[in-house]
């Protein structure tokens, strides 16, 4: 990250900016009154973990063995607003850069409030919208919550629900002759998780279907990536997590309305007693009431958004004056072409990195797919390239991912599959082939390099006519430096006449495959009339 100079001068430029912005942002003040009050991580140094308070020291060794030394600012923030003084009282929306260490912000505190718990039931949700996403967050919980004999599950369907399920719920095994009646198991079931990380679908199946899965216990609910998992509905998750905690408060306090404390084992299972309080902001409402934490590089201010989380009290971490904000050692170029010349300038441009990792973006899971088989049909390239889409069977793209990221292949070709919160150790460049529609997105692809205070590029490939738009959009995020780059034009030449041929070949697989999805089509429709057929017969 920055040295304490670069951020004194961070925050001068921030200062001399600040009229600039504000006469530039008066359009667009966020609506909701709290959102005007931010803190601002700008101001917040970071820190290193010997200095920062009430660190636990089991979890001080465990970031140490990942190699953290210090938190960075937007962690030092949140810990302040959880840890410290600010105690979990309000629910945090985050809007910080990407890779500017959001996982780690609510890990930690999460971490540390639950390392005093008692007895094992689940207490942090945390859901990511796709799979990859959320086995990278449960790989940072896993490298700290253990030091803290805390367990952590992950919900995401990579197994059959069978296995996932006999990881999330512990079954009562034979004691000392004991034999357990099958027909009244859920008495004994109880959680094998602290900490569950998950994708939304499969946490509806868990909700829905899975005996012994219960929300009660919940304390904390982190909903990263907001923006994106609020944009769809994903079997209604969210209200349904929301109406599930708030049913389970209302249930227990019409049970034991004046107690105050976790009462293990009544009625045969664990109970979460949230007390009624009277602290600021907390009349009416259970307490400690379900804390939300709620994170995004790109954070939706749009107030009906917003109120679907429920927010209680909520108080916005934001990093500088700016909505949107790039990484600061992100560098951005345009390479300007015609539209049929693009896969020259893209090979021509892979080929300067010389084995540094890049991954490129395309507008769809189809071109990405297309622009990958051209790629390869060019033949003694001197780097690996492979798919990365939606398109793509899981496993599958989990190999291409895992291969990315051991550096067996150095150029991932991807649909907006990869756009968000994916951390590749190493990714030096971005390339945009396909012009993103909208800043947020050109926020998140950009953010896969400049991780963590490293730099990084991201180019874009530009018709003429798309050049005024582009320069349009990253004047949104205040990013009024994008230089053009000039690829040879003799690199350009060398590589025409591969270029046909690669052409040739892509234009055969093309054909060749559909015409193996024409005969699977024809033999999955054969085989429903045949079916169709049998029925009517009996
Ligand atoms: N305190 C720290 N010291 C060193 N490295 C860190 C620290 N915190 C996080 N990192 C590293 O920084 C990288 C980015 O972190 P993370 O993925 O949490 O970013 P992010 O803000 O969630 O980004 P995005 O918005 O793209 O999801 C990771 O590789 C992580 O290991």
């Not at 636990?56 to 003084?85: C, H, N, Y």
């Not at 600061?328 to 540094?356: D, H, M, N, W």
């Not at 460049?429 to 990084?456: C, E, F, L, M, S």
């Not at 798309?466 to 034009?489: G, I, T, W």
Request: charged share 25%.
């Amino acid at each position: 990250m920055q040295t304490g100079r670069e951020r004194e001068r961070e925050r001068e430029r921030e200062r001399e900016r600040a009229p600039e912005q504000n006469q530039k942002q008066k359009k667009s003040v966020p609506v909701l009154p709290w959102m005007r009050s931010p803190i601002d991580v700008i101001l917040i140094d970071e820190c290193p973990l010997n200095l920062l308070p009430f660190l636990d020291p089991r979890l001080e060794v465990a970031l140490q063995k990942m190699g953290i030394t210090s938190l960075f600012p937007v962690q030092v923030g949140v810990w302040q607003e959880t840890i410290g003084p600010g105690s979990f009282e309000r629910d945090l929306c985050i809007n910080s850069p990407t890779g500017s260490g959001k996982t780690l912000a609510y890990a930690l505190p999460i971490v540390q409030m639950l390392s005093t718990r008692a007895v094992r039931c689940l207490r942090a949700l945390v859901v990511l919208p796709t799979r990859d996403l959320a086995l990278q967050v449960k790989e940072v919980f896993s490298a700290i919550a253990p030091a803290v004999g805390l367990s952590v599950g992950l919900a995401v369907g990579q197994s059959s629900i069978a296995d996932e399920i006999s990881e999330l719920i512990k079954r009562p095994k034979l004691e000392a002759g004991i034999c357990y009646d099958p027909e009244a198991p859920l008495l004994h079931l109880q959680s094998s998780v602290d900490i569950l990380v998950a994708t939304p679908g499969r946490l509806m199946d868990h909700i829905n279907s899975t005996k012994g899965f219960t929300l009660e216990h919940l304390s904390y609910l982190v909903v990263d990536e907001t923006d994106r998992l609020l944009r769809e509905a994903y079997q209604s998750w969210l209200p349904t997590v929301l109406q599930l905690m708030r049913s389970s408060d209302g249930d227990l306090r019409s049970l034991f309305p004046h107690t105050s404390t976790f009462l293990p084992s009544t009625f045969g299972s664990l109970k979460t007693i949230r007390r009624s309080g009277v602290e600021r902001g907390f009349k009416g409402k259970a307490y400690p009431r379900l804390v939300k934490m709620v994170l995004s590089a790109t954070l939706t201010q749009d107030p009906s958004k917003l109120a679907q989380l429920d927010l209680h009290h909520p108080l916005l971490l934001t990093t500088g004056q700016r909505r949107y904000r790039l990484p600061e050692r992100l560098e951005s170029f345009q390479l300007i072409c015609e539209s049929k010349l693009k896969p020259l300038y893209l090979v021509a441009l892979l080929q300067t990195f010389q084995g540094e990792k890049c991954i490129v973006f395309t507008s769809s899971v189809e071109s990405t797919h297309r622009l990958c088989t051209l790629l390869n049909f060019f033949g003694n390239l001197q780097f690996k390239i492979k798919e990365y889409s939606g398109l793509q069977r899981q496993s599958i793209r989990s190999k291409a991912l895992k291969a990315f990221r051991a550096g067996d292949i150095q150029v991932l070709v991807s649909s907006d599959a990869m756009t968000r919160g994916m951390d590749v150790e190493g990714v030096i460049n971005v390339i945009n082939y396909d012009i993103p529609a909208y800043i947020k997105t050109y926020i998140h692809r950009a953010g896969r390099t400049a991780r963590a205070g490293q730099a990084g590029r991201c180019f874009t490939l530009l018709r003429k006519d798309e050049v005024k738009r582009f320069k349009k959009m990253l004047q949104k995020a205040d990013h009024n430096s994008c230089l053009v780059y000039s690829v040879p034009s003799d690199s350009i030449e060398l590589l025409r006449s591969v270029y046909t041929s690669a052409l040739e070949k892509l234009k055969e697989s093309v054909e060749s495959e559909s015409y193996k999805k024409h005969k699977i089509k024809l033999k999955s429709s054969r085989m429903v009339k045949r079916k169709e057929l049998n029925n009517s017969k009996v």
